[in-house]
């Protein structure tokens, strides 16, 4: 019996310049965003309105429309329910989660920012200070596809922020059951409170508090999660803060003809696994390479697990991208701002160094994307729809912020005095002057 070959659509760049079809495409891949079409957003609108107005009984009813809620309708889960989850793990999970917290806890430490002062003259003394966030809301996928590896994403490095309080916010699933091992890696880690809940309710939940239960709101949101959960950030964003919109999971991978076919089939599948809205581009300047990918992923989907899944994902959203050259395919990846990147080509390094916008870059045959969304200790929380052009991974960073501190002494004021008072002037802006000018009064 001949194995299928998978057959992907191709898009041949190198006609951009000819055809108005392809050059529009390019154009629609560049720019696809990462937000929620507006009927996504209207709803979300609408429950997050009743959530802030009705409080936890909302929060309740919308988790009875839309599901995630427990069966017994609580909203909370008690620290002694997820300490049990946390002991009742098997050994070979729990050991994986533990490997998992420390690889991300090793390299989240290295990105915790420093208090820095810079004199700018004698007398004028600015203090940039960082400081955690009192508390941070994580959104952690759930229900019929739970993510522990996301919530531990969020936690971990919150916790070396120095976050007071952690909440998290995941949905049970159809049956109103938690995910034990989502469970277990929040006992793991210590979450404060776990709020049962998904969706857009889940984001308003995080947002503006359960005030029966005595949870406040939280200062930022992070964690991906789908469409309404994307659609909901962007709606409490000014009444606390987000992280990022995340789309759904990207994967490009850039390879050339000495690249392992079997390698770059799986790491396409590995991550257009996580459904039919999840691209995943191969591009390459060798036609020849692309045929051989095809091959392999006719040769792998027989086997595959989540088959059905992976072929209805590989025709909705698969593309091989041919480039001209190597230099064409290295722009095509900038300008396209990928998710996951990997990179399986000659001289490597060079490659990577041309490379500017990718949420996160795995280098060389021996680096799936999968090793880096569960234990090499990089983040997988990572900027989709095009966002990598201005956004980078979920960091320690995104768990604090910077507060000037400004001290002047007379001598100081006295240094930068001219300065303010004709810019002040000049922008019609008197009584900024005057603020300066009263202080040297009577010395003059």
Not at 2 to 15: A, G, H, Q, W, Y
Not at 42 to 71: C, S, W
Not at 354 to 359: E, V
Not at 399 to 417: E, M, N, P, S, W
Request: hydrophobic share 45%; proline share 6%; with cysteine.
């Amino acid at each position: 019996m001949t194995t299928p070959i998978v057959n992907l659509r191709r898009l041949d760049i190198s006609k951009a310049q000819t055809d108005a079809a392809v050059a529009a495409e390019i154009k629609g891949l560049f720019r696809r965003g990462a937000v929620p079409d507006p009927k996504v957003r209207e709803i979300a609108r609408a429950i997050l309105a009743e959530v802030k107005a009705g409080g936890d009984a909302a929060v309740r009813a919308t988790n009875t429309r839309f599901g995630g809620g427990r069966a017994n309708g609580e909203l909370l889960v008690s620290k002694a329910e997820m300490e049990a989850a946390r002991d009742a793990l098997p050994p070979r999970i729990r050991a994986g989660l533990e490997q998992m917290i420390e690889n991300i806890r090793r390299f989240a430490e290295t990105e915790l920012p420093q208090t820095r002062t810079t004199t700018i003259v004698p007398g004028v003394e600015i203090e940039r200070r960082w400081v955690p966030l009192s508390r941070v809301g994580v959104y952690a996928p759930g229900g019929s596809a739970a993510y522990p590896s996301s919530l531990l994403m969020g936690v971990v490095p919150a916790k070396v922020a120095g976050v007071e309080t952690i909440v998290v916010a995941s949905p049970a699933d159809a049956d109103g059951n938690l995910n034990a091992t989502l469970l277990g890696a929040a006992g793991l880690v210590g979450v404060d409170v776990l709020i049962v809940a998904g969706g857009a309710q889940a984001v308003g939940a995080l947002a503006y508090g359960l005030p029966e239960a005595g949870v406040e709101p939280v200062d930022r949101i992070v964690g991906p999660g789908n469409a309404f959960v994307t659609a909901a950030k962007l709606e409490v964003f000014g009444e606390c803060g987000i992280d990022l919109p995340a789309g759904p999971s990207e994967v490009m991978v850039v390879a050339e003809g000495t690249a392992d076919p079997a390698h770059v089939a799986s790491d396409l599948m590995s991550q257009a696994e996580h459904g039919p809205d999840s691209p995943a581009l191969l591009v390459t300047w060798d036609a020849a390479f692309a045929a051989r990918v095809e091959v392999e992923l006719g040769r792998q989907l027989e086997t595959a697990a989540r088959r059905a899944i992976l072929e209805r994902s590989l025709a909705a959203g698969a593309l091989v991208v041919l480039a001209p050259s190597r230099a064409a395919a290295l722009d095509f990846v900038n300008g396209y701002a990928p998710e996951h990147l990997s990179v399986v080509v000659d001289d490597v390094e060079e490659a990577v160094a041309k490379l500017r916008n990718a949420g996160s870059l795995f280098v060389g045959p021996y680096a799936p994307e999968s090793a880096g969304d569960y234990a090499s200790g990089a983040n997988h929380v990572l900027p989709t729809g095009g966002l990598a052009r201005s956004c980078g991974a979920l960091s320690t960073e995104s768990y604090g912020k910077f507060i000037q501190v400004q001290r002047i002494t007379r001598d100081g004021l006295a240094a930068i005095r001219d300065a303010v008072e004709a810019i002040s002037e000049a922008e019609g802006l008197i009584a900024h002057k005057r603020a300066v000018e009263l202080r040297f009064e009577g010395e003059e």
